[in-house]
C-alpha cells in the first residue's frame, strides 16, 4: 500500500475510534478492541534479547501484544503500534513460529495461536507497513498532544466546547 493510501486509512481508523488527545496507547487498543470485538490485552514481556521488541498473537477470541518489558515507556508505545499496524493490516503470521511460542509462552498451546508477527527486521513489505502505522499514529499524536485543549472534567463543559470549539482531533 501507497503511503498517502496508509495515511488516509490510519486516519479514518483514529476518527472511528474517537480517541482523543493527548494519546493514550492503552486507551487506543481497548477502543480498538471493542470496535473489533476481540480484546486486544497487553502483555509488558522481557523479551530475549537479540530477537523481536513486540509479538502480536491472535487467538481464537483476543488478541495479544507482547512488547518489551525493558526499555522506556516511549519505545513501549511505539512497539505496541507497530504491533496495532499489523492488526489494522490484517497481516498473515510468519511460518515457523511455533517453537518460539512455545519457548516464550509454554502455558498456551501452540494450536491456539491462529496468526503470530514478530517483528525482527523491516526487510518484508508487511513489517515496513507496520512501521510505517506506528510512525503515522505518533506523528500525529505529537501535533494534537501540543495543540488540544485539557478535557475539562465537567460533562456540560465538555459539551460546550464540544459544540462551540474548534475541532481537534485525528483531522
Not at 497487553?42 to 512488547?67: E, M
Amino acid at each position: 500500500m501507497k503511503e498517502r493510501q496508509l495515511r488516509r486509512r490510519c486516519k479514518r481508523e483514529l476518527q472511528s475510534l474517537n480517541v482523543q488527545p493527548p494519546l493514550q496507547v492503552e486507551v487506543l487498543c481497548r477502543a480498538l478492541g471493542e470496535r473489533r470485538g476481540r480484546p486486544i490485552h497487553l502483555v509488558p514481556y522481557s523479551l530475549p534479547v537479540p530477537g523481536p521488541f513486540g509479538v502480536w498473537i491472535a487467538t481464537g477470541a483476543s488478541d495479544f501484544i507482547v512488547y518489551q518489558r525493558e526499555t522506556t515507556k516511549a519505545h513501549q508505545d511505539h512497539i505496541i503500534l507497530h504491533e496495532v499496524g499489523h492488526i489494522l493490516a490484517d497481516h498473515d503470521g510468519d511460518d515457523g513460529d511455533e517453537e518460539l511460542w512455545a519457548l516464550m509462552m509454554p502455558d498456551i498451546a501452540p494450536e491456539a495461536i491462529r496468526r503470530a508477527l514478530r517483528r525482527t527486521s523491516y526487510d518484508q513489505e508487511h513489517e515496513r507497513e507496520a512501521e510505517l502505522v506506528a510512525t503515522i499514529i505518533l506523528e500525529w499524536a505529537a501535533v494534537l498532544n501540543r495543540v488540544a485543549p485539557p478535557q475539562p472534567t465537567d460533562a456540560s463543559v465538555r459539551r460546550v466546547q464540544t459544540a462551540l470549539g474548534d475541532r481537534q482531533g485525528w483531522l
